[in-house]
């Protein structure tokens, strides 16, 4: 009876452990967990917040965990754009830099010259937002409706987007010197957390109703799974996938608007620099496939918030910025790899073997 008891315990853990690898959160929690363990045991300084001021005498706070969580915000709010696009498209945009760039030039085109308050901030931001949407848009119709590969059709973009974006501004490297305008990019006057901070929260509480409330990620990812089927249930899949790069073109002109808010100025060939690959890594990092269908956003935001823990982990350590991309592309390659259904077949298998030979075992 105890044997057979202990047989029980035994399978039920083994089971448990093995349905809990095929959770789509076990990847980025696992990622995470490593992380943390990490930075405990190298520096546990890593996660120490203090209190300060800074150069106006206004609290603000400080450490690692903060820089993790205000970097990461662009990339939070890009990476809800790119689970869309993935998940409709099966394909990546790889454009969203250089779209960054162009929706930064233009709300500096706007702000340049003349007194800059509240009123013409919202302006630039709203002409930026249509200018990235229809470049957004730009994109969905090479995709949905002449049929190219995402990659490839969002390949113009990446390859021109800096050079439109230093056209808008005559190659010029404009300032502003308004306070007012810092403020989106960095800290309000009395508020100690990073204003980006709040920007990603709001982005993703909308997101959340917007997918709880409408049909948008139903339709999303039958269109992902089965474009024939779905057009068959009334779906127009080249319209769904339309819709999801102008969202996407959406989430860059906010993404952007953070950027230049950041610095009040733009250097056209840095500026998000290789964020395309972030924003996929953590589409990837949530477990979501790569090759369309079903997603999790909240996987998708958490995996966002890995990688600058990643990124903010590496640079502690004197990691050179011009290395990080290769740090990163080892990430991308394993976890494609273990997202492969052969692998998870052979994953499942491995399992069940070991199941039956510790049942045997257990019985003997």
């Known amino acids: 009876m105890a044997q057979n008891g202990n047989q029980k315990k035994g399978g039920s853990f083994l089971e448990k452990l093995v349905a809990l690898t095929r959770k789509q959160f076990f990847i980025p929690i696992a990622a995470l967990t490593i992380l943390v363990l990490f930075n405990l045991i190298m520096d546990p300084s890593f996660f120490a917040i203090t209190l300060g001021t800074n150069s106006n005498g206004d609290p603000v706070l400080s450490g690692y965990l903060i820089t993790i969580l205000n970097n990461a915000s662009e990339l939070v709010i890009l990476a809800i754009g790119m689970t869309l696009v993935t998940s409709a498209s099966g394909g990546q945009d790889i454009s969203v830099g250089s779209a960054i760039a162009i929706a930064g030039s233009v709300m500096l085109r706007i702000l340049v010259g003349g007194p800059v308050n509240p009123g013409k901030i919202i302006l630039a931001f709203l002409v930026a937002c249509v200018v990235a949407m229809i470049f957004g ?18 390949l113009i973009l990446f390859t021109a987007g800096r050079s439109i974006a230093a056209w808008i501004n005559n190659n010029e490297l ?19 957390l990073p204003t980006p901070v709040f920007i990603a929260i709001i982005c993703v509480i909308i997101i959340m109703l917007v997918l709880k409330f409408t049909t948008l990620g139903l339709y999303t990812q039958a269109v992902g799974i089965n474009p024939s089927s779905s057009r068959l249930n009334g779906i127009d899949p080249a319209k769904v996938k339309l ?10 002109a906010i993404a952007g608007f953070i950027k230049v808010s950041r610095f009040s100025t733009i250097n056209y060939s840095v500026i998000a620099k290789d964020i395309e ?7 990837a990092l949530g477990g979501n496939s790569l090759g369309g269908g079903k997603f999790n956003m909240a996987s998708s935001i958490m995996g966002a918030y890995i990688i600058q ?48 030979k510790k049942s045997v075992k257990e019985a003997a």
Not at 277 to 283: E, G, P, Q, S, T
């Open 137 to 154: 848009a730009f994109n969905g119709v090479l995709v949905a409706y002449f049929k190219i590969q995402p990659m490839v059709a969002t």
């Open 277 to 283: 690959m972030d924003a996929i890594l953590a589409v």
């Open 243 to 252: 819709i999801t790069y102008i969202i996407l073109g959406l989430c860059v």
């Open 174 to 192: 404009p300032i502003i010197s308004e306070p007012l305008f810092g403020y989106f990019g960095n800290f309000i006057p009395g508020v100690a």
């Open 309 to 356: 823990f990643l990124t903010t982990t590496l640079f502690k350590f004197n990691v050179v910025s011009t290395a990080l991309p290769a740090y990163k592309a080892v990430v991308v390659i394993v976890l494609v790899v273990l997202s492969a259904p052969v692998v998870r077949e052979k994953l499942d298998s491995f399992w069940k073997k070991l199941s039956t």
